[in-house]
C-alpha cells in the first residue's frame, strides 16, 4: 500500500513537473529569467531605458468610447493620437492625455487592428483578417475615409484566421514600415515600397523577415510596435506576456517594461494591452481594451 502510494506521488510529481515544463516554454520563462538576470548584472548602456519609466497617468477611461480600442500611433505635426476601433470601425483622434478630439468613420476596412503615421495627413490602417495594408490621408475637412479610395497592398502571407497584422510602426529614414504578425507563428515583416512615396517611379514592393530577431523575443504575441527614430530601436508589445520589449539594430533584446501590479509604478495589471505610441520626448502611451489610456515617463535625472 505504503509503495503504491509513493508510485501514484511520484507519477503526479512527474505530471506536475512536465506541466510546469511546457508552461514556461510556452510562456518564455526561460529566456526572459536568462535576460533579466544578464540584465541585473549588465545593464545595456545603449538602450532606452524602459525599466526606468514610471506610470505617470494609469488606465485612464476614455470617455465617450465604449469600442474596442486596437491600436496607437503619435502624430508630430498635430502632437495628437490616432488610434481605431473594430467592432465599430472608426480612426478616433485623441489627446496627449486621452480626451476625444475627433472621431472618422471607416467603410470598407473590414477588420482595422493597427494605425500607424508615415507622413504628414498620411496614415496606414491594417485589416487583419485580409492582410491587407491601407493608405489614408486625412486633413481638417475628412468626414469619413472609405478603403476603395485608398492605396492598398494586401500581403497574402502567413495567413491564419484572425491572428494577422496586428502592429505596425514606420522608419521615415529608412522607409521601412514594419509589420506585426501576432501569432502562430510570430513575425515582424519589413515591408519596403509602401506605401508609394513617388508616383513617377515604378511601383516595388520588397518585403523582409529577421528570423533571428524574431526568435529573440521571449513573449506569447504581439500587440503593437514603435519604430524610435533617435536610436533607431524598436518596441514590441505583447499583451499575453504584459511587457514591452526594446530591441536594437541587431535585434537583441535591450530593456524591458512591465505591464504588471507592481512594476513601473502600477497599482494594478493592464488588462489587455493593444496599442503603443511614443513622441519626440520619449513619452510612451498605451491603450488596452476596451478603453483604457496610459502614460509612462522617464524620470527627470
Not at 536568462?34 to 476614455?62: C, H, S, T
Request: hydrophobic letters at 40%.
Amino acid at each position: 500500500m505504503r509503495r503504491s502510494y509513493r508510485l501514484i506521488t511520484a507519477s503526479v510529481l512527474l505530471v506536475a513537473l512536465a506541466l510546469a515544463g511546457v508552461a514556461a516554454h510556452e510562456f518564455r520563462l526561460f529566456e526572459r529569467g536568462w535576460f533579466n538576470l544578464k540584465a541585473w548584472w549588465q545593464p545595456a548602456e545603449q538602450g532606452i531605458g524602459l525599466d526606468r519609466y514610471q506610470v505617470a497617468l494609469e488606465a485612464q477611461p476614455i470617455e465617450g468610447l465604449n469600442d474596442d480600442v486596437s491600436a496607437l500611433t503619435y502624430d508630430p505635426d498635430r502632437k495628437t493620437l490616432f488610434t481605431v476601433t473594430n467592432s465599430n470601425p472608426e480612426l478616433i483622434e485623441l489627446s496627449l492625455d486621452g480626451r476625444i478630439l475627433r472621431r472618422v468613420p471607416l467603410t470598407g476596412f473590414g477588420d482595422p487592428e493597427a494605425v500607424e503615421y508615415v507622413g504628414p495627413n498620411s496614415y496606414v490602417i491594417t485589416d487583419e483578417r485580409q492582410h491587407r495594408l491601407i493608405r489614408v490621408r486625412l486633413d481638417d475637412s475628412t468626414l469619413f475615409l472609405d478603403a476603395g479610395d485608398a492605396e492598398q497592398l494586401t500581403l497574402g502571407i502567413g495567413l491564419n484566421g484572425n491572428k494577422g497584422f496586428e502592429g505596425l510602426a514606420y522608419d521615415s529614414v529608412g522607409k521601412r514600415l514594419f509589420v506585426a504578425k501576432e501569432r502562430d507563428p510570430m513575425l515582424i515583416y519589413e515591408v519596403h515600397g509602401f506605401p508609394h512615396a513617388d508616383p513617377e517611379q515604378p511601383y516595388a514592393v520588397r518585403v523582409e523577415q529577421d528570423r533571428r530577431r524574431d526568435a529573440r523575443m521571449f513573449v506569447r504575441d504581439l500587440s503593437s510596435l514603435q519604430y524610435d527614430e533617435r536610436s533607431g530601436h524598436l518596441l514590441a508589445l505583447s499583451d499575453e506576456s504584459r511587457l514591452v520589449i526594446e530591441l536594437d539594430v541587431d535585434g537583441r533584446p535591450l530593456s524591458t517594461l512591465s505591464l504588471r501590479k507592481g512594476f513601473q509604478g502600477l497599482k494594478k495589471t493592464v488588462p489587455q494591452a493593444e496599442g503603443l505610441a511614443m513622441d519626440e520626448a520619449g513619452t510612451l502611451y498605451l491603450v488596452s481594451e476596451p478603453n483604457l489610456f496610459y502614460v509612462f515617463k522617464q524620470p527627470v535625472d
